[in-house]
């Protein structure tokens, strides 16, 4: 097991304070490296001779766990950035003639542009927004990218770019790492936005504003999909079900039925079969000219983030809950430190 | 008339299309800028024997025109950000300990920091939110600012910082143009958060991330406050009832009665008393440390944020109003090219 050796000491420790507290049921909620970890925790307890059932929840708005249809998190992500490109859209569109013609959005997803894709959303049949996206899955063009953003502008007077933070060049380096320097001569980090932007600037000479949603997306729970909001409890039932039935070593999946109306279930993948495999855009969800979506990636999407779950207000702000995180009494005399 | 003199071609046409098309009335929406033209234009159509009814309607996300309580725009773009504030600050809380301790997020607000002011609203007597605040009426002194952030990190253990576009260093000069170059030495064009993060860094080491809202603030129709869409309706129907009792070069206001239960009712105002002069935040809205907000500013600020006003949603996404803009057929067989 890749990475088990480096870490076996906390790993162990972990068992250890398992047993200590006759904890049987371990859920891990998250992406690829928690499906990763849940694995090992599986393994390495039954190497130990304390069983422990161990359950991967999904839960990453990266949405690249395979098999399951989507990971819990990603819909509302989704929804977020669908709903904010055509927003700034619509305001760009009404004063492009005069002020600013490129709007560029840069959204999360360091490996794979599945939210990149849903700025795609945007624009539909009776939303004609011109949108182009940078893929991490496709290496970024200048030439033809500045083509494009020519185009749109001279057909639709603006254009929105939807830039991912893992857009790359032809170099494998990250947009967000070529260019800007703070006054100290210090690279600075993050940032595929501007540096888009500045390209348009210098090359088409077209007035900008950019933005970096960054954590704003991932938090936005105000404008959650309420498919998401479902799924997001369906998957924690039904891990508490896998683990009273005995499973250990498997991960909660969605397995999608329809696409419209979309149907869905829950189902369950080993393990074995999650860890250390991201799922990326398949080729045929990206348009032929690398800088949109295809109509087999808009009936992906699009149930995804459908429906809206709106959270309680309270003076004119979401009300949230906020858990206590009390923790037992330690059990273990020795104590542990963490490198 | 400051401005008139250089523009005097382009509302001498002006007024000539008003008179060809017989239009009596003008409704100008709009902040600090819209009500100087406006005022000019009531002015001179009088000294130029066709007297148009000019009626400002205020309405301006930066909340910076005088008289009036607020500006109708303003409220749901302070609701936006500090529903924003809030859940990114809970994003950060979550994993501070082991990953981002310090959040910047910049939004609009080029000389007052009103928007600035209403990321305080993300902490309450329910919500500990560490926020630090930068306001463009504020002198950004770095050492003060880094042992604030240092404080709060050490106190709460992590820190978010809502930095204005427009906070300026001693020097006079935005902190967005303090430092970045792109790779061709040019400067680039707004980022006070990258500034603000990696001074942070810099100094202070800790692990940050940071938003840049941009338009995504002041288009955020899905999350409007119903306060703030109320008062737009009602702007625009007391400026169709001042047009029709005969006044000219006035400007709708909105007028406090009292803060909570808040209560208001439309007024008006000389636009010669609200061309050129911009509302700064009072020095008693902000904090004798110059990083907060005082409860006289919260008392102002909340309820503008006050009650939700959502939008119809069609396949997951908003669904909005397009006006068609047509044009009516041309008067005046002479052209005009605006410079």
Chains 1, 2 share one sequence.
């Not at 795609?120 to 500045?146: H, K, M, S, T």
């Not at 088409?204 to 954590?215: E, R, S």
């Not at 696409?259 to 080729?283: H, I, Q």
Request: one cysteine or more.
């Amino acid at each position: 097991m890749k990475g088990l050796d480096q870490n076996r000491a906390e790993y162990e420790r972990l068992i250890e304070v398992f047993k200590a507290h006759d904890i049987g049921y371990f859920f891990y909620n998250g992406g690829g490296d928690s499906a990763d970890t849940c694995h090992k925790i599986s393994q390495l307890s039954e190497s130990l001779g304390f069983p422990i059932q161990a359950i991967h929840v999904p839960k990453t708005v990266d949405n690249d766990l395979p098999i399951t249809d989507t990971c819990p998190g990603f819909g509302s992500v989704a929804k977020y950035i669908a709903v904010s490109t055509r927003e700034a859209s619509y305001d760009v569109k009404s004063m492009a003639r005069t002020s600013t013609k490129v709007f560029v959005i840069e959204v999360m997803g360091r490996h794979a542009g599945w939210i990149a894709a849903a700025g795609g959303l945007a624009a539909d049949d009776r939303n004609d927004i011109p949108i182009v996206i940078l893929f991490p899955e496709v290496a970024f063009n200048q030439e033809r990218f500045l083509a494009k953003v020519r185009e749109q502008v001279e057909k639709h007077e603006y254009c929105t770019v939807v830039v991912s933070e893992g857009a790359k060049g032809p170099d494998g380096k990250f947009l967000a790492e070529q260019g800007t320097r703070d006054a100290f001569g210090h690279a600075q980090l993050g940032g595929a936005a501007p540096v888009v932007a500045n390209l348009v600037k210098q090359a088409l000479g077209y007035k900008y504003h950019w933005a970096v949603a960054d954590y704003l997306q991932r938090s936005a729970r105000h404008i959650a999909a309420r498919t998401d909001v479902e799924q997001a409890y369906a998957v924690g039932k039904a891990a508490v079900e896998l683990a009273v039935a005995g499973a250990t070593a498997r991960m909660v999946t969605i397995v999608r039925k329809a696409d419209e109306p979309y149907t869905w279930e829950t189902g369950s993948a080993a393990l074995a079969n999650v860890a250390n495999v991201e799922k990326f855009m398949p080729r045929d969800f990206i348009s032929a000219d690398g800088f949109g979506i295809t109509p087999a990636c808009r009936r992906y999407l699009q149930p995804l983030i459908q429906g809206e779950d709106y959270p309680p207000y309270r003076a004119g702000l979401p009300d949230y809950v906020q858990l206590q995180n009390m923790p037992v009494a330690k059990k273990l005399a020795r104590g542990f430190d963490l490198k």
